[in-house]
């Protein structure tokens, strides 16, 4: 215990503190303070986060059982925390991310009257978050991994008077409970072949020696569970619904966090997935299919949000992709670009969308935002670039290194990372140009819209610092990769750049950004013409390829199925044994009854049998 | 021998227990019952006096003597039981039915 | 000879006794039972017990057949519709009730160790011993018909 350092305790308790305090002191009383006490605890969250992240670049490698949940025979669950470079590299993001995130939800909500409720589900999810990235086994992650699951749809839901918010939310947390089960399945897989000790630290070890057919089962349940947190494609169709969330929620959960986890599981539970024979590859093409088809959609959609929704999906996809070719720490990397930039976006469709007084804003809503909101301008066009894979903004080193092992690989794989870094500048800079140059012609224009308080403010330009520079560290980030995690031997963990893959990505984000402003700018209708013009093509688009009503017509079969099932056992089997044991015993009793006739010869006739009936016997 | 007079004794049990289980006038019953009885009497006479055993002589002779006053009782029941109008017989004595 | 009289009289009795079954009748049943027992009488006779055999004759035929007949006379009124019950167990099983009993005595007697069948006409030894064995050890007994069968005398007081 001694050799757990303070900053470990302090990033566990100061959150469930601070949730305790506001849920049975400051709510009660003055629900409008919530917000103080939690702002302490993401002050403190980050210091520790910190001071952990910079205890294990300077070599420190901790993986300590705290307690034992449940012990039988040989059979034991312990609980403990790791702390090591691929958890504090995410922690050191989702630490300050969140924080920020959480200064500006602190002035974006005020005037809702759920904030103290959003406060503390919002902290919530932050603990649930952080519990997940310092676990130190399966189980505990699951169970964290279903904490975040539930504080997500209790804040999809957030504005629950809103029947599309509460569908969405129940439709998140249902796809998510699809994969989910497969984690489960998957965590009792692992337990049943390391009795209960799921612990990273030993559970790879005795893989090897389990049956194969278990360990490719856990394997693919894993995969399939990483699918439904962070959106490939069979479930991905939950996130684009969860922008009913409040602009916070999206920007923290469905961007930098949450979906990111299902990533994390993957790369944590790496040595299980890579032992597969084909695992990688089958990941690293449903992560291509993903991006792709998610870019392609994310062009055509009006609503801002719903925009970065696909994005999202998209850069998920490309992560994804990362994961095929086996390049674990780009994978990550990206990740923690990305959490960056899209925050940024997503906070400054939320000032857009507060500057104009609605909940969520479209294209016809907008444009000509520049000059009137310099700032939210300049992080917004900061962040797409970073997006983009523009150099030298962070999201180039990221996304560089993931491109240069798809034109590495050549053939197919080149072909789908030209397209996804086509697509991803195409898309962010049409939403760029469309919404804040203008207006057009089909535009309502800017109005009254102005920048808004500063606490609305600051934490989009402190994230935007991040989104330009969080790239220039991928040397040390490299360094903090390598403690404590196995990477692919022999390789440095972010391979450094090379001339043809920057000359390649950098021609296909600049072609993309030309051509959006060739088809936003030069021909400012074209967004609403080729709609008119081709209508298949955007209701196909519209219904993300087709996925979409396919998913609603096999939930629906499978409801039904269910209700038919269930209803017909229920009334048949369940009512008929109760109904029919009453009418069983009076028939019974019926017939028993007529046994008994009063006619003297058949008491004589019975009595005559019986006593054959006992001849027989004593003959016997 | 003993094969056939056991036989015949079989034979004239089974007569009476018929008599006794399917006919319908209690009168009937009653001389069936009589019949059983007289079949064991014609067994035991001819086995007693086969293996010379006196003591089942007169165990038959007091079966005799007892079926005779059985026959007086049954046949007062009876009188008892039949009316002023038609007699009685086994389906009007129906009180244990249901 | 013997050996005639006594198969004459077992199969007249049978006889008799399958008439006395399926008669409408009760006089005519009555006195087929009558004939049944006069052959039981024979047998007796027959067996070596003549005592017995005219005791028979007189408490069946003297006393009891009288009585029977004098009750069927005093029970008039219509011949019901059948003389046969209404078992409301279906014939089949009705029919088993009775043939399995039979079977099973049939296999008795066929399975059955007998001693070496004597012959009819045994000695009178053995019934000349009665009157001393009702009277010594059988005395209980005796005593206990005797009452019976005056207790069964009340019992027709009342009527």
Known sequence: MNLVPWSLWLLIASPVCAILAVFFFVRPRKPQWSHWPILGSCALVCLAATDLTSRVYAGMVLDVPVAIWMLGGDWYLPFGFRVDGLGTAVLLMVAWVGALIQVYASGYMKHDPGFSRFVLLFHLFYLAMIGLLVSNNFVQLYLFWELVGVCSYFLIGFWYQKESARRAALQAFLANRVGDFGLMLAVLLLMAMTHGNTSFSSVFRLLPAAPTEMVTLAAFLVFW????????????????????????????????????????????????????????????????????????????????????????????????????????????????????FKAVLFLCVGNIAHALGKASVGVDETGGLAAKMPLTFGCFTAAALSLAGLWPFAGFYSKDSI???AFHQGGLQAAAGVAIAFLSSFYIFRMLFLSFLGPRREQRGPGHAHEGEPVLGIPVFFLSLGAVGAGWLSGPLSRLLASGWMLRTGMSPVPDWTWNGLFASQACALAGVGAAYFLTTLRPQWDWDWRRRFPRVERLLESDFGWKPTVAAFSALVVEAAGMFSRGWDTRLWDGLVESTADWAKRGGERAASLATGQLNDYLWWMLAGTTGLLYLVLR | MTLSIWGVSVLLFLAGLAMVVLRRQLLAMLLGLELMINSVNIALVYTGSLWADAEALSAALLILAIAAAEVVVGLSLILKLNGAGAPVDSSGLSELKG | MVELVFWFSAILAVIFASFMLAQSSLFASSICLLAVLMQAATLFFLSGAPMLAFVQVLVYAGAVMVLIVVAVMASPGPAPASIWSRLSLPRPLVWAGLILPALEFALLLWAGAFPGGGSMGAALSTQNQIGPILFGPYALATEAVTLLMFLASLAVLDS
């Open chain 1, 225 to 340: 569970a990483a699918t439904a947190k962070s959106a490939q494609f069979p479930l991905y169709f939950w996130l684009p619904d969860a922008m009913e969330g409040p602009t916070p929620v999206s920007a923290l959960m469905h961007a930098a966090t949450m979906v990111t986890a299902g990533i994390f599981l993957l790369v944590r539970a790496w040595p299980l997935i890579s032992s597969i024979e084909l695992l990688p590859q089958l990941i690293g093409w449903v992560g291509a299919a993903t991006a792709i088809g998610a870019g392609l959609v994310a062009c055509a959609k009006t609503d801002l949000k719903r925009v970065l929704a696909y994005s999202t999906v998209s850069h998920l996809g490309i992560m994804a992709f990362a994961l095929g070719f086996g390049e674990t720490a780009p994978a990550v990397f990206h990740l923690l670009t990305h959490g960056f």
């Open chain 1, 403 to 405: 491109l240069d092992a």
